[in-house]
Structures are given as C-alpha cells and as structure tokens.
C-alpha cells in the first residue's frame, strides 16, 4: 500500500511510519518541520505541493494537532483547537479534488472525548460525550471531520487512549516518577485508566485498514482499563521500587502549575472499551496492563 501520515514526525506517526515500512508499504509523512529525509513539507492549514505528492496514495492517516500537556490557557486553547480543526479541513480540500482518492481516511481523536466515568463503560454504541473545553474540542474535531461524506471512501475517527511505549507518551514520565519514589496513586487513584501497548495501537490501525466493514468512531485502546492506584502498582513492580508516595490533589495541582500542564490529563476517570475492534475479531497483544509493561524498558 501507499499510506499518507499527516502529522507524522511524533511517537505515534514515527511508530506507525517503522510498523508499515517493515512490512514493505511506501509510507509518506507530511511535517510541518520536516526531519527526516522524504518527508514532505505542510503548514497544516492550506492545499499546496504536497497535495500531487500524495495523490493516488490509499491510505490516509491524520494525527495533527498540538499536544494537550500544557497549560489550558486562552492562547494554548485557541492553538489545540485550530491545530485539529485547520489540518482536518484542508485534507478536505485535498481529496476534493484528488485525482485517486484515498481508500480510508482515518483520523485521530480521544478517549478523552467520553465524560468521567468509574463504573461505567464508554463503547463506541453506549459512550456519553459530556460538555467541557476537552470533550468539546473532539467534538468538533470530529463534526469537522464527519462534515463531508464520501461513497468511495471509508473514515474512521480513532478514539485512542493513552498509548505507551518506550520512545514517547505517557510511559517513559510515569517511570521517571515511579523511580523516584512518587509512584504511589494520584489524587484518589479510583480514576479508571484506558490505554493500549505502541506495538498494539499499530496492529489496530493495520487491523482497521484492512477490515473494510470497520468506519465511523473506534475506540483503540485495550480491553481492560484498571484504577490509577493499580496501574501506579504494577509500575511500582516493574522499576523494582517497594514504595511510592501518594500524589493528594493539591500536590498535583500545585506540580502541574509548575511544570506548565493540566491535572485532567492525570485525575480524570476513562473507562473506554474497544467494543468495535473486540466484535470485529482483533486480538490484542498485550491486552493487560502487566502484559504491556514486561514488553516496555
């Protein structure tokens, strides 16, 4: 196959460009700073060269938009919306006019996008979708992507959880923590956490291309979310530290201020289930937590 990743120089983009090259496809990533050598020079926002680069490529992955770990100011709230909105409307423009259109188009969102949720699980059929500055930017990230229908192609929106692996996310700052001595449970550590291993968000990207009856919203994450306190548990376990000092609310609000990020990215319950992938046959790798870390550095 021939796969566009737009968005493509971060953890996920790079992953997903090793995933597909070793199995022999042509991969192109559009950057807006180009650091690698093919990778094809966009601003996110307007149709220009790269538009004939990519024409009559398959596959279209769009993982644009500016990372959420940061302070939600006004400025930081106008950039990680248009970041999503601006690219998602100029890939529009793009097969508008394409001479071969794309097979699939598949573009990223957030488990983020489900309310706060312990006890109940968020599918793609039963998830409920609440009213803040996070879970309105996915839905209008994903009204923007939905706005424009097309016969001859497949979209998916990929509601993803947290992605861990060793070169990027979330893992390599929680065992920073944990090796510290701070990996004890964060604010009241019954905040259920949804994520899914690197090497399984790739197999679940390559699943969904591949599985023509798979469209509209996905969940990738793993079957099995945990609590916060036992995730902090296993990881524990896994740096070999017999202890780890809890992070009471006020702590985490006072370190996330300091270090310039939100305490929603950390105290939040997500409770998401893969019901589409799980019906659909997928079989995860890594489908639990401590499978997922004995894999992990």
Not at 20 to 25: A, T
Request: hydrophobic share 40%; glycine share 8%.
């Amino acid at each position: 196959m021939k796969i566009t990743i737009a968005g493509g120089s971060g953890f996920l983009g790079q992953s997903l460009k090793k995933h597909f090259r070793n199995q022999n496809h042509e991969v192109l990533v559009l950057a807006r700073a180009p650091e690698f050598l093919g990778d094809v020079l966009w601003n996110g926002k307007d149709t220009g060269g790269w538009c004939k680069a990519i024409d009559g490529f398959e596959v279209l992955i769009n993982l644009s938009g500016k990372s959420v770990d940061c302070r939600y100011t006004d400025k930081n709230k106008k950039s990680i919306f248009s970041s999503r909105i601006e690219p998602t409307t100029s890939l529009h423009d793009y097969i508008l006019t394409a001479r071969a259109k794309p097979k699939i188009w598949l573009n990223a969102s957030s488990a983020t996008a489900y309310i706060h949720a312990e006890t109940e699980q968020m599918t793609e059929s039963k998830g409920r979708i609440g009213d803040d500055f996070s879970m309105n930017v996915w839905k209008e990230w994903e009204h923007s992507f939905f706005a424009k229908k097309y016969p001859e192609m497949r979209q998916v929106a990929m509601r993803t959880s947290i992605v861990l692996g060793d070169t990027g996310g979330a893992f390599p700052k929680l065992r920073r923590v944990t090796k510290l001595g701070l990996g004890g449970k964060l604010g009241p550590g019954n905040q259920m956490v949804s994520w899914i291993h690197i090497t399984d968000f790739c197999r679940a990207i390559d699943f969904i291309i591949e599985n023509e009856s798979l469209k509209g919203i996905v969940n990738i994450t793993s079957p099995n979310p945990l609590k916060n306190k036992d995730m902090m548990r296993f990881l524990r376990k896994k740096c070999n530290m017999p202890f780890g000092l809890n992070q009471p609310v006020a702590m985490l609000e006072f370190g996330a201020l300091i270090i310039g990020t939100e305490t929603e990215l950390l105290l939040k319950s997500r409770n998401v289930y893969p019901e589409k992938l799980q019906n659909e046959g997928f079989k995860f790798h890594h489908p639990r937590i401590e499978d997922a870390l004995l894999e992990l550095a």
